[in-house]
């Protein structure tokens, strides 16, 4: 009886952290919040996140997945003039970045 109890609420703590996980990865981003970049030629991603790094503090990998999955990329290259969102928030505060994580 206790086995099948302990197994019972293991189960219900692992399922609710799945489900936990499909609700937060599926909420929208509302891109109005976020910096928007005209790229330039020669930019890259990975540049762009070193430039950006004290505004997003966020990995170069983990900055590209965010760009490439909000912006719907098909890849990580870029082509000069498109507008991409990038994970640096508009403070409209005192018009300074913050980032949310």
């Not at 293991?10 to 976020?34: H, M, N, Q, R």
């Not at 990975?46 to 503090?57: D, I, N, T, V």
């Not at 990329?73 to 994580?101: F, H, N, Y």
Request: net charge neutral.
């Amino acid at each position: 009886m206790k086995k099948t109890l302990l197994h019972y609420l293991i189960f219900s703590c692992l399922l609710t952290l799945v489900l936990a996980g499909f609700v937060y990865a599926s909420s929208p981003v509302d891109k109005k919040e976020y910096m928007t970049v005209t790229v330039a030629s020669g930019d890259t991603l990975w540049g762009l996140a070193k430039q950006y790094e004290p505004a997003h503090g966020l990995s170069p990998d983990e900055f590209i997945r965010w760009v490439v999955d909000v912006n719907r990329l098909p890849s990580a290259r870029l082509t000069a003039g498109e507008q991409i969102v990038i994970p640096v928030l508009k403070s409209e505060q005192d018009g300074s970045l913050a980032v949310k994580r």
